[in-house]
């Protein structure tokens, strides 16, 4: 399922001024990771820093030292937080410029690198090798602790936890559903095409219509209709669940986009729809300062 959704993202021949060299990683939040170069130029949006506090920090999880992406506006007083989960090639320049745009609206972003315990997912240049050797390894509740860690720092430095959001892409958007439903914080979530089903074990237990009863958070839904590894199918089973679940289930609400494909938000990549990812930001953004966050 997961290898299946990454299919249609294979970097195209073509290449822009992008390119393996000038975009190495060498800190959080910078350069694109190796499996998805080159990035396309001629969409990639660039959010500026102006008026904002940027770039990387170490979040403490027990002895471990996670490190994240932090964007938040200048001498801001209990912004509202929002936790960004990336997709599975770690936080790149792209979800530091997501950071910067929720920051630009007056949030306290967070981006951890959720995978850094199992290796670096920018470093790897397969999408297959990724998978098997990072990501399938990553555990829920590994993930679901270190968001919780992500919280307390953000409490500590002055962000208002009261108003807790977060939003994710693709494999970060199955963790929103999942995060929904952990914390009973959570005021809001956003997922971006993020896998609704499918095989479990024992490292990922549920899936999020496993979790539709549990939810605590109303969460906004954002698919493609032409997503070959979460297909309409799928999001109708999960429209009916939600309609049985918990309260915050029934708030939730799925949005479909004609033709869309799997990423179509991500504006580096050619699965890029502008049309689909500008209406779905735009709800995105109201969505959190419907219920509270933004």
Known sequence: MMQEQFDALTPPAKAGPYSRRDFVHTTVGTGFAAAVLPALADTTIRTDSQGLVVGEVTIPVGAFRMPAYRAVPQGATRPPLVLLVSEIFGVHEYIADVARRLAKKGCMAIAPELFVRQGDAQRYGEIGKLLAEVIAKVPDRQVMGDLDACVAWAQGEGADTARLGIT????GGRIVWLYCAHNPAVKAGVAWYGQLAGQT??????????????????VLGLYG??????PPAQVRRMEQALAQGSTA?????????????????????????????????????EWLEGHGVA
């Not at 994710?168 to 494999?171: A, K, L, R, S």
């Not at 074990?201 to 109303?218: C, F, N, T």
């Open 225 to 230: 209709e032409a997503d070959n590894g979460i």
């Open 249 to 285: 289930a029934r708030a939730s609400r799925i949005v479909v986009y004609p033709g869309a494909p799997h990423a179509f938000h991500a504006d580096y990549r050619p699965s890029y729809r502008k049309e689909a990812a500008e209406d779905g930001w735009k709800r995105c953004l």
């Open 168 to 171: 994710g892409f693709c494999w």
């Open 201 to 218: 074990d024992a490292l990922r237990p549920q899936h999020p219509i496993d979790v539709v009863g549990s939810l605590h958070g109303a």
